[in-house]
Each structure stands twice: as structure tokens, then as C-alpha cells.
């Protein structure tokens, strides 16, 4: 079976540092892999994906996400977080020969960044 | 720019009501999902479907049900609401790849007293 686990239910940095958002995946064949955020009351925004080819992904508003297969990780960094960037956060994966089905989601994690 | 729509971002139902959530998008998407999320458990899937009048059980398909009788429309049904389906319930769509993002709808959240 598909999983997708974040390990940290909330991350607090401060304004001007590094972020990263910790994400681990089970699936039994090749992964696709996805970060999503959320804002306070609204829906899902795409942010990034893993398909193919280079491991490090580089998504909107400077986020990117580096794909590890030894570890089965697809952790979420930003080299400088700022505090609009506060919001929940969703690592979702899809099996490769699973075309036509939902994207199987971790629980999330809230990411709050200070001033 | 991929649209899907939610028929409501705020509703409140009473207990034993039959309540509708309809979704649209607008990207000839073959795919349409439903899922419910609630703190500390992420989103459930509850239904989805793969084309007009086709339908698949997710992960939490009791007290609701799903019609889809139009490639652009997903409408998701609670028979007789009861207080522990209030949540926030979002749709979503995607085209029939693998590789292929779900888009999200702004949600709805749902009130049932």
C-alpha cells in the first residue's frame, strides 16, 4: 500500500533562514511526488513535483524539493523563509503504474515563520 | 489557468438533511476527486471518478454518495447529515496520466448541527 508520512506536525523558523519540510513515501514501484500548500480556509495550491530526471525540483515562490530514493524521502527547503511563507503544507505521492487515481496525502505540516 | 469551483465555501445543514457539494472545472479533466479533511488526519478520500457516470469508493465512502453526469460536474451527496461529517470538503480534478497534477477547489466547509 501507498503511504506518505511527515514526520513534524508543526516547523517554526525565523524570517531570513533555511526551511525544510521533512517528507517520507512507501509505495511498491516508482514514486511521482508532490508539495502542495495551504492557506487558512482556502484550498490546495501545486507547488512542486518529482517525475523524472534531476533530483533537486525547483517549484513556485522559491521552493524546491530533492528526491532521495535511498532514504524515500522528498523533503521541501527554501533557502530563506519569509513570513508570508507560513502556511500547512502537503507531501502527496502517486505509484507509477497507478494512472487515473487520487494522490495518496501525508497529514501535513504547519509551517510558522517568524519575524 | 486550471479552474475548479466549489458551489458554496461556507454552509450549514441541521442533522438528517440531504445536502449537495457540487465542483466544476473548467479543463476537460477526466478525473474528479472528493475528499474530506479534518485536523490532524490530512485529506481522506472519499470518492472519486474517471469518466462521465463512473465512480470509485476511496477511503471513507460511508453516509455519502456521488454523481457524475456530465464530464465538467462532480457532485458529492450526504443523504442524511449527521454532525460528524462537518468538515472541510475539497474537490479536486486532474487529467488521466500518472504524472498529472490535481488541482484543487477553495473548499466548502460544512457546518452540520
Known amino acids: 500500500a501507498q503511504s506518505v508520512a511527515q514526520p513534524e506536525d508543526q516547523v517554526n523558523v525565523a524570517e531570513g533562514n533555511p526551511l525544510t519540510v521533512k517528507c517520507t513515501y512507501s509505495v511498491s514501484g516508482n514514486p511521482y511526488l508532490f508539495w502542495y500548500v495551504q492557506y487558512p480556509n482556502r484550498g490546495l495550491q501545486f507547488l512542486l513535483k518529482y517525475i523524472t530526471g534531476d533530483n533537486l525540483v525547483k517549484g513556485s515562490y522559491g521552493f524546491e524539493a530533492e528526491f532521495n530514493k535511498s532514504q524515500t524521502s522528498f523533503h521541501l527547503k527554501k533557502p530563506s523563509a519569509l513570513v508570508s511563507d507560513s502556511a500547512l503544507y502537503f507531501c502527496a505521492v502517486r505509484d507509477r503504474g497507478q494512472a487515473g487515481t487520487a494522490l495518496i496525502f501525508g497529514k501535513g505540516t504547519t509551517l510558522s515563520v517568524s519575524s | 489557468d486550471?479552474?475548479?469551483?466549489?458551489?458554496?465555501?461556507?454552509?450549514?445543514?441541521?442533522?438528517?438533511?440531504?445536502?449537495?457539494?457540487?465542483?466544476?472545472?473548467?479543463?476537460?479533466?477526466?478525473?474528479?476527486?472528493?475528499?474530506?479533511?479534518?485536523?490532524?488526519?490530512?485529506?481522506?478520500?472519499?470518492?472519486?471518478?474517471?469518466?462521465?457516470?463512473?465512480?470509485?469508493?476511496?477511503?471513507?465512502?460511508?453516509?455519502?454518495?456521488?454523481?457524475?453526469?456530465?464530464?465538467?460536474?462532480?457532485?458529492?451527496?450526504?443523504?442524511?447529515?449527521?454532525?460528524?461529517?462537518?468538515?472541510?470538503?475539497?474537490?479536486?480534478?486532474?487529467?488521466?496520466?500518472?504524472?498529472?497534477?490535481?488541482?484543487?477547489?477553495?473548499?466548502?466547509?460544512?457546518?452540520?448541527?
Open chain 2, 2 to 113: 486550471v479552474k475548479v469551483t466549489q458551489s458554496s465555501r461556507y454552509l450549514v445543514k441541521r442533522t438528517g438533511e440531504k445536502v449537495f457539494l457540487e465542483c466544476v472545472q473548467d479543463m476537460d479533466h477526466e478525473n474528479m476527486f472528493w475528499y474530506r479533511q479534518d485536523p490532524g488526519l490530512g485529506l481522506r478520500l472519499i470518492y472519486f471518478s474517471y469518466d462521465v457516470k463512473m465512480k470509485e469508493k476511496g477511503d471513507i465512502p460511508e453516509g455519502y454518495s456521488v454523481s457524475r453526469e456530465k464530464k465538467e460536474r462532480f457532485s458529492l451527496i450526504l443523504e442524511s447529515a449527521s454532525t460528524n461529517q462537518t468538515s472541510m470538503y475539497l474537490c479536486a480534478s486532474n487529467r488521466w496520466g500518472a504524472t498529472d497534477t490535481q488541482y484543487f477547489g477553495p473548499g466548502t466547509r460544512l457546518t452540520v448541527l
